[in-house]
């Protein structure tokens, strides 16, 4: 069982730390082991916090399996998987950053001498929600900085559905634009940038500024509409086909009202 410090300037790090690879004094050198336990230690910095002081400890070589106490600094940076995705294919990397350097969704780092992106953020198991160091990391998704992932919302009727599309980071959006996506035509109705939203035409903005855009079909007929018709329906009636009845120009299919004919006039000039 872990001791517990009575003192509270004393405390175990509070990184969780389940093997390493340190010092064997019957192997005489270094070699992988699995940490049984940590004890209390005085850290360099403040109490409770890992960012100085030794791990002391006891753990078992995986080597010889001799078990024995250790001691060992706490690294000053971690690595962290990376996995850069670039159309349908995927490559796994490894960067080392400081243990205190944030991560954020959006943020860039250095790839393989490449800027990547951030997408996707794997936490380690138990971390808090307001985690957002690199040594709280297990797992990065990026896209190369060239490229970002743009949101899109399509309205079809009354359900909105969602869409993504990977373009150029500095592809540039008007409110009014047609976009072809999937194949298939969109009109962008509008988009959101920060805490405005954008629907007037404009000089438009770039799709690394832009987090959510907004869309309908720009195929015929509009979705959530009857079909359209190019051409009358042929009537079932082959009386109303050859109906030579007056309609009514605002109301089509009612028999219209109309003056009746003049009278003929009689010989001396008056109707009879």
Request: aromatic letters at 4%.
């Amino acid at each position: 069982m872990p001791e517990t410090p009575s003192d509270p300037s004393v405390a175990i790090p509070s990184i969780p730390l389940h093997s390493l690879e340190t010092m064997c004094p019957f192997c005489s050198s270094l070699t992988p082991h699995r940490v049984l336990h940590l004890r209390p230690h005085a850290p360099l910095g403040r109490p409770g916090t890992s960012s100085g002081g030794p791990i002391l400890g006891v753990a078992r070589c995986l080597t010889c399996r001799t078990t024995h106490p250790f001691t060992a600094e706490i690294p000053r940076e971690v690595q962290i998987p990376v996995i850069l995705s670039e159309g349908a294919t995927s490559a796994l990397h490894r960067v080392h950053l400081p243990r205190e350097h944030p991560i954020r969704v959006g943020d860039s780092i250095r790839v393989a001498s490449r800027e990547v992106r951030i997408q996707r953020v794997e936490w380690q198991a138990g971390t808090p929600r307001t985690a957002d160091r690199a040594h709280q990391v297990r797992t990065l998704w990026t896209v190369p900085d060239d490229y970002v992932i743009l949101r899109m919302a399509l309205a079809e009727g009354a359900r909105t559905l969602p869409l993504r599309a990977r373009v150029r980071a500095d592809f540039r959006l008007v409110p009014g634009d047609l976009m072809n996506v999937e194949g298939r035509a969109y009109r962008v109705q509008g988009y959101r940038v920060g805490a405005r939203t954008y629907d007037r035409p404009g000089p438009g903005h770039t799709a690394q500024e832009i987090s959510r855009v907004y869309l309908r079909s720009a195929e015929r007929p509009p979705a959530g509409s009857s079909d359209w018709r190019s051409v009358r329906p042929t009537p079932r009636s082959r009386d109303r086909l050859f109906s030579t009845s007056s309609r009514s120009r605002s109301s089509p299919g009612r028999r219209s009202h109309f003056r009746e004919a003049p009278e003929r006039e009689n010989e001396e000039g008056g109707a009879h």
